[in-house]
């Protein structure tokens, strides 16, 4: 096998000529930064605000049985005792947020108490198909308030995932409320028809976007294949349309006896398909990265991402929204990875909505995004391969235990080095996890020899793969192998070999080196200072799991060509000659 002794020189000779922008990589690091951060303060916040906290660690992926995590759980399902929720201060925002919570935790354990919070949201729908503060906080002139809608049909729709039954006439009312108070502009104000709060009485884009989410999360309930703008898109190409036809970008009367409002069920009121289309025409005629238009500019990014998820938009306009708003918030993240973009939200609660905004979190949910792909810094910033794969599918309304693959293992690792292009790569690396994950790890054991036949392949994903699989096997023989891909000539691939020693070692922490060597720099660290960082973690790496694989290795190894490579290696990374 051909050794990797200099290949760190050539990753840091990349990376000094690298730029260095909003790439998948800073997107993940950023997260990283941003949930260590939330870990860090997550005990100060209250009520909702931290149950929104908590949230955005699970999605920035601190581990569920983290002590600070697991905390905030324990005092959300302390408002359960007695058999009946007992709401904070923050109401249905509240309930909206800890339903989510508790249903993207464990919706089958947590099912009881989703329950109570489906009933409680459900008692404060108003008679106009809306909600508001329950506790008088507007005029009782009030037909609703966009934003609390909003809370509300998050945690209905969390209760559905769970499989809470809700009475589909909800939906529909909520879908005839946002037709009945649209203005006439096509966008959405605070409190339909009062000059209060934001934009007083206008309609503005943060509930605007709001109104879109939230009228395709009822749409999702009533018919789970039905999306109103693929839909147009449908009868734009069947009818022969111009693809240069700007779609969406000029407000005007749609006739809603349109044979394009079509649904397939006759569940969705036509009207509210004909209400969803010019308020995303509002959306797309107003998009703007920095939203300047509020105090509340943080909770605008999340209501963005969870709105173009749900339509399964990728642009707005010819606006690239995702890859826009990241390079702005990385940009704007500080030194400790906070946020602090709102006038009216503290740091924590800002970063919360940027870690939700950057995780792109109910794409993830709807598996309308693809979770960051192998060799581009991976599911977690850097963090690997999962180990902990969920157990469930979700089809929007509901989840049900995932099956294994049925593949047999030796022919997904043959197809690895056929896969055509990325996405099959993608798709057979996925499988292989899973197979591992769900299957019988037993088989991994008799397919090493195949595993490294693929050591040395030219694609950093596949090593990358292979890497992780080798790891998994818990075999110490094979450790010399993923002690020689710390030195791989990708950061990617080195970090995978880290993770795999901590695992065959039963190390989690390994040495205390951090995972990813770029981790807790700052988004405006220059390219000096990251080649520094990655080539001080590389040398600590290789001499620390170095030390250890000499003091543990199998006797049947001790002095083998592989010891002496290894030795020589570390004298060099030791005293620089």
């Given amino acids: 096998m051909q050794r990797n002794i200099g290949s760190a020189f050539v990753l840091i000779a990349l990376f000094s000529s690298a730029s260095f922008g909003a790439s998948p990589q800073e997107v993940t690091r950023s ?31 601190i581990p569920k049985n983290d002590p600070a995590f697991q905390a905030v759980v324990k005092e959300v399902l302390e408002k359960f005792e007695g058999g009946k929720y007992k709401p904070g201060g923050e109401h249905l925002y509240e309930a909206g947020v800890e339903a989510t919570l508790l249903a993207d935790l464990d919706p089958v354990k947590y099912k009881p108490q989703i329950q109570l919070l489906a009933d409680y949201i459900l008692g404060h729908q108003m008679a ?13 002139e009030s037909v609703g308030d966009t ?26 009312d909520i879908l005839d409320w946002h037709v009945k108070y649209q203005n006439k502009d096509g966008g959405f104000a605070y409190i339909p028809g009062l000059q209060i709060g934001d934009g007083n009485g206008e309609s503005t884009i943060n509930m605007s976007v709001n109104a879109v989410g939230s009228m395709h999360i009822a749409m999702l309930q009533l018919n789970p294949t039905f999306l109103p703008f693929e839909t147009e898109l449908k009868a734009e190409k069947d009818s022969g349309a111009e693809e240069e036809t700007k779609r969406f970008g000029i407000l005007e009367t749609v006739k809603i006896d349109d044979p394009q409002m079509k649904t397939d069920s006759a569940r969705i009121p036509a009207a509210s398909v004909a209400s969803v289309r010019r308020v995303f025409s509002f959306v797309t005629n107003r998009f703007r990265v920095e939203n300047k238009e509020t105090g509340w500019a943080a909770y605008y990014y999340y209501s963005l991402e969870r709105m173009a998820a749900l339509a399964n938009v990728k642009q707005i306009g010819s606006r690239d929204w995702f890859n826009e708003c990241a390079d702005f918030l990385i940009q704007k993240q500080k030194d400790d990875g906070s946020w602090s973009v709102s006038r009216n939200f503290a740091a924590d609660v800002d970063t919360a909505f940027a870690v939700l905004f950057l995780t792109r979190s109910t794409g993830r949910l ?27 599918d979700f089809n929007g309304r509901s989840v049900k235990m995932k099956e ?28 292989i996890v899973e197979q591992v994950q769900l299957g019988n790890r037993e088989d991994l054991i008799g ?33 010399q192998h993923l002690i020689d891909k710390l030195s791989d000539e990708n950061l990617y691939v080195m970090i995978e070999a880290r993770n795999a020693l901590c695992w065959i070692s039963r190390k ?32 600590n790496l290789v001499l620390t799991w170095g030390d250890w694989y000499l003091k543990n290795r199998p006797f049947e190894d001790r002095g083998d060509a592989f010891e002496a ?9 030791k005293y620089g000659f």
Avoid at 147 to 172: F, N, T
Avoid at 565 to 573: A, I, V
Wanted: charged share 25%; hydrophobic share 40%; glycine share 12%.
């Fill in 31 to 61: 997260i990283n930064r941003g949930a260590s951060y939330l870990k860090s303060v997550v005990d100060k916040a209250h009520g909702g605000k931290k149950t929104l906290i908590a949230l955005a660690m699970m999605k920035g992926n």
């Fill in 128 to 140: 106009t198909g809306g909600w508001d503060y329950p506790t008088g906080g507007h005029p009782k």
């Fill in 147 to 172: 934003s609390v809608m909003q809370y509300a049909c998050l945690g209905l729709w969390a209760a559905s995932r769970a499989g809470v039954e809700i009475d589909q006439k909800v939906w529909v």
């Fill in 366 to 392: 709807l598996k309308r995004v693809d979770t960051p792909k192998f060799g581009d810094g991976l599911l977690a910033g850097g963090r690997g391969l999962p180990d902990d794969l969920t157990d469930v």
């Fill in 404 to 431: 294994p693959p049925t593949e047999p293992l030796d022919i997904l690792l043959a197809s690895l080095s056929k896969t055509g292009g990325l996405e099959n790569l993608d798709a057979v690396q996925e499988q």
């Fill in 447 to 479: 397919q090493v020899d195949q595993l490294l036949k693929l050591i040395d392949h030219p694609d950093p994903g596949i090593r990358q793969t292979v890497v992780w699989a080798l790891g998994r096997t818990g075999n110490m023989n094979l450790a």
């Fill in 508 to 539: 989690p922490l390994g040495f205390g080196f951090p995972e990813d060597p770029l981790q807790d720099l700052s988004s405006k660290a220059t390219d000096e200072q990251k080649k520094a960082a990655i080539s001080l973690w590389h040398k």
């Fill in 565 to 573: 490579e290894l030795r020589q290696k570390m004298e060099k990374l």
